[in-house]
């Protein structure tokens, strides 16, 4: 099981906030450090200092950090045009030396589009397909030729298709508990499916349907990594753990049925179960940003028991 740090950085962080966790996700021993894709603090957050972009941090982060992945969960598609965002995400692969994936989703947070300005379509799924598309030929358009497209939301003509990421291939992540078009979608275009804040048996079933969708394009199930994203709050004991939940203002029954929640052992038993739904890889959902002994002592005490 993989352990990736995920991270919300509009309800409050500055970038060296993130480059602090990302420092210690790195020298803690996680597989990745993951951010989201907004613009606008959710709940009681009062956001404070301000939102950071996703791909200007992450850009960053591929000049300050080595070994760990870089990624987010997920980029909203709704905020970057497809040629724009192949650009970017390509550059900053180059720049981490091949160490990018790209979540792409298809954006949702109506608020936060109204706040700064950023047309809100009705037809997002239809677009997302398209950016998808997009995204994914261009990289693979071989150097010396060029790349067309003509969709109904949006028509590249002769593009040079540059530049090309590092990495022969960027992983895509698509996620989502969508029934029918979120696995076709996963099944046709991604490396990798994410169910995010999920039950077990929602894992089971959905992770069932992604798979059911790769077979019938003729894909091999077993072709894609299948994760979750979870929050979590791991504590030494009881007095910890509800120390932790208060700080970022869950409850610890909440948190317990609703993510990784508890001991050290708990939570490992826990990861066991969706071990046992096909997932292999977890994105650690870290709320408090400032507590950096909580890394430590995920590190220590529930990474050393997975490995």
């Known amino acids: 099981m993989d352990l990736r740090i995920f991270t919300e950085p509009q309800q409050g962080a500055s970038y060296d906030t993130l480059l602090a966790v990302a420092k210690a996700t790195e020298d803690l021993g996680f597989d990745a450090f993951f951010r989201s894709d907004h613009y606008v603090s959710m709940g009681s957050a009062d956001g404070l200092p301000g939102p950071t972009d996703a791909w200007i941090t992450l850009a960053g982060l591929a000049r300050e950090t080595k070994r760990i992945r870089l990624g987010t969960l997920m980029t909203a ?5 497809p040629g724009v965002l192949a650009i970017q995400v390509a550059q900053v692969d180059q720049m981490s030396g091949g ?7 298809a954006g949702w947070f109506e608020e936060e589009h109204k706040a700064y300005g950023i047309p809100f379509p009705k037809e997002k799924f239809a677009r997302l397909e398209e950016q998808l598309a997009i995204v994914t030929g ?29 990495q022969t291939k960027v992983p895509v992540l698509i996620g989502g508990h969508g029934a029918i078009r ?8 991604a ?10 048996e929602d894992s089971e079933r959905q992770f069932g349907r992604v798979r059911a969708a790769a077979e019938k394009t003729g894909r091999a199930a077993d072709d894609l990594i299948y994760s979750n994203a979870l929050v979590v709050c791991v504590g030494k004991d009881d007095a ?5 939940a208060a700080a970022i203002g869950r409850d610890v029954a909440e948190l317990k049925a609703n993510g990784l929640a508890g001991s050290p052992a708990e939570v490992v038993e826990k990861i066991g179960r969706y071990t046992a739904t096909g997932s292999s890889r977890i994105y650690l959902q870290v709320l408090d940003l400032d507590d950096l002994d909580h890394l430590e002592l ?10």
């Open 77 to 81: 598609g709704t905020f970057r045009l």
């Open 99 to 105: 160490r990018v994936e790209l979540g792409l989703g």
């Open 138 to 166: 261009l990289w693979a358009t071989e150097v010396g030729k060029t790349f067309s497209y003509e969709g109904t939301h949006y028509q590249l003509t002769e593009s040079p298709a540059l530049p090309k990421p590092a």
């Open 182 to 189: 979120t696995p076709r979608l996963a099944a046709q275009y």
């Open 191 to 200: 490396d990798e499916f994410n169910l995010p804040f999920a039950s077990i």
């Open 240 to 244: 910890e753990v509800a120390r932790r």
């Open 298 to 307: 995920i590190s220590s005490q529930v990474s050393s028991q997975l490995s």
